[in-house]
């Protein structure tokens, strides 16, 4: 997708660097154009980007980061902590059962919801800390510069290190190669949103592939541009 005219461009099966590729080559020279790709944190799509358009900035998508940081941090948190809490049958019961309440933003919440996550977050330390750490993870992604997303990022890293928390210093180690495409999203404020929003609405229905892919690029051709 052209992320300023939000057109799809091209329509691919799969997600491996076979599948893609093609829409590079299409491409061709036209590759040398490219500032910047938005993108998950999908190895293929790394690489086959870097090949192609070396001097192209990768930005990873926020989202996808989070939605990351939700399955192998907080919900692993969430269990270990409910499984520690096996003397005590309704805390353990109320620990199990907050995956949502961690995993919303807190704006989403309503009044009841955000006092039950308040309480929790003031019963368990290990949930409060991650629940805390997700909001910072965040605010790297809305860094006015590189440098302020810079410092940002090393002090998320240094809390997560020093919080004695494994899933969270194991998501942090690794999340340490993607600090470029993190702090990208300072200059370039792009994001997959808008593309996820087509798979959502085009996906389902559809047997034909090639009927599939025009209807697609029929719904999103793109905003005009005026000369």
């Known amino acids: 997708m052209d992320a300023e005219r939000t057109r799809v461009l091209w ?3 799969g997600n491996s660097r076979e599948a893609i590729r093609p829409f590079f080559e ?6 040398r154009q490219l500032e ?3 993108m998950d944190m999908n190895t ?3 690489l086959e980007v870097k090949q192609h358009c070396p001097q192209a900035e990768v930005v990873y998508d926020l989202f996808h980061v989070v939605a990351r940081y939700g399955r192998d941090v907080i919900d692993r948190i969430r269990v270990d902590q409910a499984n520690a809490l096996s003397h005590d049958k309704p805390a353990r019961k109320v620990v199990k059962q907050s995956r949502w309440l961690l995993l919303r933003n807190r704006d989403n919440l309503k ?5 039950q996550l308040q309480e929790l977050l003031a019963a368990n330390q290990p949930l409060a800390t991650v629940y805390v750490l997700k909001d910072a993870l965040k605010e790297i992604w809305y ?3 590189v440098r302020e997303g810079w410092q940002r990022w090393r002090t998320w890293l240094r809390h997560a290190r020093d919080s004695d928390l494994a899933p969270l210093q194991r998501f942090a180690r690794n999340l340490r190669r993607y600090a470029r495409g993190i702090l990208a999203s300072a200059r370039f404020h ?3 949103s808008l593309l996820e929003g087509v798979n959502n609405r085009m996906a389902y229905g559809f047997r034909d592939s090639d ?3 025009l209807k697609i690029k029929a719904a999103f051709p793109g905003k005009a541009r005026w000369t």
Do not use: I, N, W
Request: glycine share 6%; charged share 20%.
């Open 190 to 192: 792009m994001h997959t």
């Open 211 to 213: 009927y599939f892919f």
């Open 26 to 31: 299409l491409l061709g020279e036209r590759c």
């Open 36 to 38: 910047a790709v938005a």
């Open 111 to 115: 009044d009841e919801q955000a006092v």
């Open 143 to 145: 860094a006015p510069s």
């Open 44 to 46: 293929a799509f790394d």
């Open 11 to 13: 329509v691919g099966k």
